[in-house]
T-cell receptor
């Protein structure tokens, strides 16, 4: 089983739609969780961290479910500019000097 | 401007010819790392460094070397490149720890013939 797994998609949605991505992780000791965004094979950029209580940033909401070992990203009112690959990232070892493990990424295409 | 730079951005080479990809950050970050990105496999960590002279293996270190002699630089060395090292490489840095925001360089596309 992969340490971090995402549905690769692609997700094709119209503008204004709500779309949700899930990501599962295998190591229950994982402590830090993130969503990164990557445009067209450019460098990844942090979209948001994921906190235990869940967090929201504008149209984006991230949730963490430790019991089921998954995190989610919800995008409301999708814009054309949201088209990108969304990467689930986990600090699998749960240590400050550990490493980050990236999921394969979920491709989102928002069309007019 | 705060940034991570990589050079070269594109490189075509032949099997066995040693090469170095440079990475430099101007943010005084302690943590730096190298990733490779391949279709279907996502980003995989090659090496990371917690600070000067402190480096450790990531998930796919075979065939690569790194050094961290200065805080700002973290070069990736391929002593004898092979075609299976053809990939897109990213350098990243963060202030202190792996849980902090990672700032990525623009990437280096490497083709080994």
């Amino acid at each position: 089983r992969k340490e971090v797994e995402q549905d690769p998609g692609p997700f094709n949605v119209p503008e204004g739609a709500t779309v949700a991505f899930n990501c599962t992780y295998s190591n229950s000791a994982s402590q830090s969780f993130f969503w990164y965004r990557q445009d067209c094979r450019k460098e990844p950029k942090l979209l948001m961290s994921v906190y235990s209580s869940g967090n929201e940033d504008g149209r984006f909401t991230a949730q963490l479910n430790r019991a089921s070992q998954y995190i989610s990203l919800l995008i409301r009112d999708s814009k054309l500019s949201d088209s990108a690959t969304y990467l689930c990232v986990v600090n699998v070892l749960g240590t400050s000097y550990g490493k980050l493990t990236f999921g394969q990424g979920t491709i989102l295409t928002v069309h007019p | 401007e705060a940034q991570v730079t990589q050079n070269p951005r594109y490189l075509i080479t032949v099997t066995g010819k040693k090469l170095t990809v440079t990475c430099s950050q101007n943010m005084n970050h302690e943590y730096m790392s190298w990733y490779r990105q391949d279709p279907g496999l996502g980003l995989r960590q090659i090496y990371y460094s917690m600070n000067v002279e402190v480096t450790d293996k990531g998930d796919v270190p075979e065939g690569y070397k790194v050094s961290r002699k200065e805080k700002r630089n973290f070069p990736l060395i391929l002593e004898s490149p092979s075609p299976n090292q053809t990939s897109l490489y990213f350098c990243a840095s963060s202030l202190n720890r792996v849980e902090e925001t990672q700032y990525f360089g623009p990437g280096t596309r490497l083709l080994v013939l």
